[in-house]
């Protein structure tokens, strides 16, 4: 990955750089990077491969700006088969957002069989082209449309693939892959023909495994809004197939830069 990472490291805490910027205003982080700075920390400090961080849940109450970030976690549950882990995210001092992660043993699956949807027969990303409406100076993903498109009126599918680290010098996890990509359920789901007039204040991730490809597919099933407030949802998939899914809840917001 050649592009300018998200972060980097400043003693204990996280030093943003310009490309960690988000939509809304151009002095608060992103937040994807938000989300994804949480699901590395948890990980980093708690995770072990015996265990798969079923659930992701993060709650966003306030922008971030770019200064220096610090993560603070604690060990709600420590147990053989069930760890639950917080995290706070500092930003200037003040708590900008806050996680939970929900990690579960590996083990045997019990026999049976057990309905569930079926998987999305969507082409492979290298054979799409590269979407195009993106500002070529700072591409945050390579993102390769499948069906629809950003407020479009119709079904949506996506494949996106991170281009950055979230840290720099440090590998992208498949946890943080996914989690980063989760964030964007909120815009897949919640634009409309006006464009994206929502901002999400939280994002909750359920995995039933990890993505093994660089790919994240996302695929919008859900949007219901009422008095300014929404909701949004997608499934979520690697190149092998599903994986989970991602849920948001927004607040109507007009865009300020």
């Known amino acids: 990955m050649g592009e300018e990472p998200y972060f980097r490291r400043?003693?204990?805490?996280?030093?943003?750089t310009r490309s960690a910027r988000g939509p809304w205003r151009s002095s608060s982080l992103h937040g994807r990077v938000v989300c994804g700075l949480l699901a590395r920390?948890?990980?980093?400090?708690?995770?072990?491969?015996?265990?798969?961080p079923a659930r992701l849940t993060v709650d966003m109450?306030?922008?971030?700006?770019?200064?220096?970030i610090e993560i603070v976690t604690r060990v709600v549950r420590d147990g053989y088969r069930i760890k639950v882990i917080d995290a706070e995210l500092l930003s200037a001092g003040a708590s900008a957002a806050r996680a939970s992660v929900q990690l579960l043993r590996r083990g045997e699956a019990p026999?049976?069989?057990?309905?569930?949807?079926?998987?999305?027969d969507a082409p492979g990303p290298e054979t799409l082209p590269k979407r195009e409406?993106?500002?070529?100076?700072?591409?945050?993903?390579d993102m390769r449309f499948i069906a629809g498109a950003m407020g479009t009126m119709a079904p949506k599918r996506?494949?996106?693939?991170?281009?950055?680290?979230?840290?720099?010098?440090?590998p992208v996890t498949p946890f943080t892959r996914v989690a980063l990509a989760a964030d964007f359920a909120s815009p897949f789901a919640n634009a409309g023909d006006k464009g994206l007039l929502y901002i999400n204040s939280d994002v909750t991730l359920y995995l039933c495994r990890l993505p093994t490809t660089p790919w994240v597919g996302l695929e919008a099933v859900n949007h219901q809004a009422a008095d300014?407030?929404?909701i949004?949802?997608?499934?979520?998939?690697?190149?092998?197939?599903?994986i989970g899914s991602a849920s948001v809840a927004a607040l109507a917001q007009p865009r300020r830069l």
């Not at 400043?10 to 943003?16: H, L, Q, V, Y």
């Not at 920390?41 to 798969?52: A, S």
């Not at 026999?111 to 999305?120: Q, T």
């Open 158 to 170: 996506v494949w996106m693939r991170e281009i950055r680290e979230m840290i720099e010098g440090e």
């Open 133 to 141: 409406d993106v500002d070529p100076r700072m591409p945050l993903w």
């Open 10 to 16: 400043d003693g204990e805490r996280f030093a943003p």
């Open 232 to 242: 949004g949802e997608c499934w979520v998939y690697d190149e092998a197939g599903p």
């Open 61 to 68: 109450y306030r922008l971030p700006d770019l200064s220096p």
């Open 228 to 230: 300014g407030v929404a």
């Open 111 to 120: 026999e049976g069989a057990i309905w569930s949807p079926p998987s999305w």
């Open 41 to 52: 920390e948890i990980e980093r400090r708690h995770g072990g491969p015996d265990y798969l």
